[in-house]
């Protein structure tokens, strides 16, 4: 992804002053939303492995495999619950706006639109954010 373009968690920043720099790993994630706006630009440009390494071990999965035609449009997040400097834990409420794009045609949903509404929990430890669990909110 171009560091220049617009990051895809729609924080108005460039991708390169934003989400880019906790994918490659050149920083750390200061604030639970931070992290989540991480892990949702990691799913719109397709990067497992950052989804993972900000997986808390004891729910991360052993492995995961992004639905390619699964494309993140949009992300709103709607309020947060502690996961700020000085916090241990925090939550985050949003949602996320996708289309389903050709692999879902041969179940003639061709370019459905779907939104994930979600609760995310996160908890910080060695001074790192990661992402715990959710549960599927409205
Ligand atoms: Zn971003």
Redesign the pocket.
């Known amino acids: 992804m171009d560091d220049a373009a617009r990051?895809p968690?729609l924080?108005g920043?460039p991708y390169g002053e934003?989400?880019g720099p906790l994918h490659s790993g050149a920083r750390a994630a200061g604030t639970a939303e931070a992290l989540m706006?991480?892990r949702y630009?990691a799913f719109a440009v397709g990067d497992a492995p950052h989804l993972l390494q900000t997986w808390h071990p004891t729910t991360r999965p052993a492995s995961l495999s992004l639905d390619e035609s699964q494309q993140w449009r949009r992300l709103d997040v709607l309020a947060t619950r502690g996961g700020g400097p000085f916090d241990d834990d925090g939550e985050v409420e949003f949602v996320a706006t996708f289309r389903s794009g050709a692999g879902s045609s041969v179940r003639g949903r061709l370019h459905e639109r779907g939104q994930l509404h979600e609760v995310s929990r996160f908890v910080r430890e060695g001074g790192r954010w990661f992402y715990v669990d959710g549960d599927v909110a409205g």
Do not use: A
């Open positions: 990051c968690c924080s920043l934003c989400c706006r991480s630009s």
